[in-house]
């Protein structure tokens, strides 16, 4: 059995981890544009998410000392130079439209991938890191200069208004050929970033009322004794918390609720662990010390019996707790990506992960899953089945939120941004940090 010495401390422990998924980000990358893979899979598309996702990890490295502030600003003005130069239509043989861009891109030419759509979301999600650059390269050179003025234009080109359309909500996305998805951003989800950029930009904002409508679509619970607003995977709780700090500020909701939305990814952090300590299916491996469910890799879509008990495997899948889906696979990168909630339950939990299951985490790379129930069975090893495929999205999450228990960079890096302060304010969040003023940019220390 594989075995790891346990480091000397939490802070070596994180920062081993923390460089193997910034490492991700630097193996993947196609620096001639910027575009990162959205696994580590071979032949597979760049994710606009995980482009968004490695802007903002790159001035994590270079803090760490783990990238050179030139490296990593060539890097950033690939992306952006990228983004902003690509080829935008309603065609078929584009990059993006209205300022929008395809969830999936070909690696090396940049266009559409998979027939997929133009995606809402994962262009907040990149938005996000464009807007990180700006804010971290403060430095007077040229390049850090062109970082902050394609920041500001990619952003300003983004046409909120007309993929909101009639609807205070806003829609998912857009194909070429059947034109809106069906679907808008409805429940509480990921996509707070989503509207909280979408109704501060400065050209083509969404209406000031798109916000409300998002909220008055959430589901308030009681699960374990826990009052919650509910998001089954625990990704919903951790995305928009890598570059807002929510802990202290509130909206008219959580107002309402005496919480805010930190408190509420506290909360559900524990209500993942007690769902395993309750274990209501009866999989393998649940307990104190094991939990957290989020979208991720799967072992595949297949039945079998295990231990007299019919079982039903999924592959990719968002995962969620109590209300599942749930087919016994673990998404180990959780424990990390949810630290800065609850670090008391969640490095006991990434300890016990190495000491039980050291196969899960050799390299220090989190994998996108695991499963425990398959454990010795159809040619799996001795924690169950292992995705061997590491994923930008889990990558970009460990880093970011491993960073902001550490040392807060991202929050304080947004706490500058007048686009975040706007758009919180004008969703209706007071109190905390935004009733002190704004941070002074941050300048390149050299």
Not at 116 to 131: F, I, K, N, R
Request: proline content about 6%; overall charge neutral.
């Amino acid at each position: 059995m594989l075995r790891i010495e346990p480091p000397q401390s939490d802070e070596e422990l994180l920062d081993r981890f923390q460089r193997a998924a910034f490492g991700y980000f630097l193996e993947t990358v196609n620096a001639e544009n910027g575009l990162v893979a959205d696994t580590s899979r071979p032949n597979w598309p760049a994710s606009i998410a995980v482009v968004g996702f490695a802007l903002s990890c790159y001035p994590v490295g270079v803090e760490r000392g783990w990238i050179a502030r030139d490296a990593a600003v060539k890097l950033t003005l690939a992306a952006l130079r990228f983004f902003w130069n690509s080829r935008q239509g309603d065609g078929d043989d584009v990059t993006g439209h209205k300022g929008f861009y395809y969830h999936f891109l070909d690696m090396r030419t940049g266009l559409r991938a998979w027939r997929c759509e133009l995606s809402v979301v994962d262009t907040a999600l990149l938005m996000a890191g464009v807007l990180t650059a700006g804010a971290y390269f403060t430095g007077d050179t040229d390049d850090e200069t062109e970082i902050r003025e394609l920041a500001e234009m990619l952003y300003r080109r983004v046409d909120w208004r007309w993929i909101q359309g009639s609807r205070p909500i806003l829609r998912q996305g857009w194909k070429p050929k059947s034109g809106f998805l069906r679907y808008g951003w409805e429940g509480y989800n990921e996509a707070t970033i989503l509207y909280v950029l979408a109704m501060a930009a400065p050209d083509k904002p969404a209406s000031d009322d798109s916000y409300a409508g998002w909220t008055a679509t959430y589901q308030w619970e009681n699960i374990y004794g826990y009052d919650v607003l509910y998001g089954g995977p625990l990704f919903m709780h951790q995305f928009s918390h890598a570059w807002i700090d929510f802990d202290g500020i509130r909206d008219a909701f959580m107002r309402d609720k005496n919480s805010d939305y930190f408190e509420n990814s506290r909360r559900a952090t524990y209500l993942h662990r007690d769902y395993a300590r309750h274990n209501p299916s009866g999989y393998d491996g649940y307990g104190e010390a094991l939990w957290g469910l989020s979208a991720g890799d799967g072992p595949g879509k297949f039945r079998a019996r295990i231990e007299r008990r019919p079982r039903k495997f999924s592959g990719y899948a968002a995962r969620g707790a109590p209300f599942g889906p749930d087919d016994g696979t673990i998404a180990p990168w959780s424990y990390l990506a949810s630290l800065p909630f609850a670090p008391e339950i969640c490095l006991p939990a990434l300890r016990h992960l190495r000491e039980r299951h050291p196969e899960v985490v050799d390299g220090f790379r989190m994998p996108s899953g695991f499963n425990p129930t398959l454990a010795n069975r159809r040619k799996f090893g001795p924690s169950g089945w292992i995705s061997d495929a590491h994923y930008g999205l889990d990558q970009g999450i460990v880093v970011l939120m491993i960073e902001n228990h550490r040392s807060r960079l991202i929050w304080e890096l947004m706490r500058s941004s007048p686009h975040i302060r706007r758009g919180l304010c004008k969703a209706g969040f007071s109190g905390g940090w935004l009733s002190q003023p704004a941070s002074p940019p941050r300048k390149d220390p050299c």
